[in-house]
């Protein structure tokens, strides 16, 4: 669904907005099916595979993938708008508003979109070859010589175990559904901390993501609109974004890798949202100040360190968290519900903020926008909404140097 989703959105219908919007929107719909697929998948699958003593960065790498995976989106942004500019060269918006953007601009974002199916084509021959995880096969599938050959043949080690019916017997207390009474008391905390968190997080990470262009333009490194012509401006903004990427977010990512096995998943969730909440405000409160042509280098640091922390903090933890602590017939589907909270606060964030953002002098915002409260009451709010994620971290249990069964209690027997 990755591979052809992500050609058939740039193959969206016609050169007419209604047409090309609708249908991009139905790929984009089965696209987000297929990645909301394999996320929970992905996490599960290391989760399963990995030992405890490393599972936090072997999951932690699996997620800094991303990092790798928006520096290429960048770049291949920055190769195909620098092309097309060269290639096609067009009057700025100021000099004439028809002939800035050239009939062949359509192209940029319909190539950009498609080169999204490469990496799920060069993986797919892999991963339809990749058995089911041992712990599915023994615990679910209740298959305990197809999970010996499986490890066998990952491990590329001769295992011999012989299958006997007290190896599978589980206490019937195990059994329980993901709605039952049982669920509820052993894991309904955990979930809502897991659902919470990430639910939190996504607003205030993607709603940074719409600021980037307010806050690139006052900082100077987006010119203005009118100065350019519409292929320079997809430019100078996958510049502005790809920068922010390298600088702040990819190291982020790879800070959770090095530490998560040290310092524990709960204690960087904690410390990311906290350092958000105050790099937040620090924006936010002087944010006047910070929009000052002497102070854009600050402004620039404490963005990208908001960034920084989002990684090296709640945006790989929520990740991690929910494919350790759930039971493995349960496993992937508590991860599922955990990342779809998580984009339904990523939709909040997207709608509500791009709104909310918008001056509060009617003459002065968007084209089509009612005035809303501003970029910096905003930054406040998102502020608040980070501290809040700090509070809920608490319901999420430390799964730090434990096994998947301690920690999903899969290992309880009746006494």
Partial sequence: ?????????????????????????????????GI????????????EYANKKTRGAFIAAVFAMQGVGILAGGFVALAVSSIFDKKFPAPTYAVNRALSTPPQADYIWRIIVMFG???????????M?????????????????QATQDMSKVLQVELEMEERAEDIVQDPRLNYGLFSKEFAKRHGLPLLGCTSTWFLLDIAFYSQNLFQKDIFSAIGWIPKAAT???IHEVFMIARAQTLIALCSTVPGYWFTVAFIDIMGRFAIQLMGFFMMT??????????????KPDNRIGFVVMYSLTFFFANFGPNATTFIVPAEIFPARLRSTCHGISAATGKAGAIVGAFGFLYAAQPQDKTK???????????????????????VGMLFTFLVPEPKGKSLEELSGETEVEK
């Fill in 228 to 230: 350019m012509n519409g």
């Fill in 36 to 47: 909301g697929g394999d996320y929970p998948l992905s996490a599960t699958i290391m989760s």
């Fill in 117 to 127: 199916a490469l990496p799920a084509a060069l993986t797919y021959y892999w991963r």
């Fill in 129 to 145: 070859k990749m058995p089911e995880t041992a712990r599915y096969t023994a615990l679910v599938a209740k298959n305990i010589k």
């Fill in 1 to 33: 669904m990755m591979i052809v989703c992500s050609v058939a959105s740039g193959l969206s219908f016609g050169n007419k907005a209604k047409g090309v919007m609708t249908t991009l929107c139905f790929f984009r719909f089965w696209l987000g099916f």
């Fill in 278 to 291: 105050v790099f937040m405000f620090a924006i936010a409160f002087p944010y006047d100040h910070w929009i």
């Fill in 365 to 387: 915002t968007d084209a089509g926008y009612p005035p809303g409260i501003g970029v910096k009451n905003s930054l406040i709010m998102l502020g608040v909404i980070n501290f």
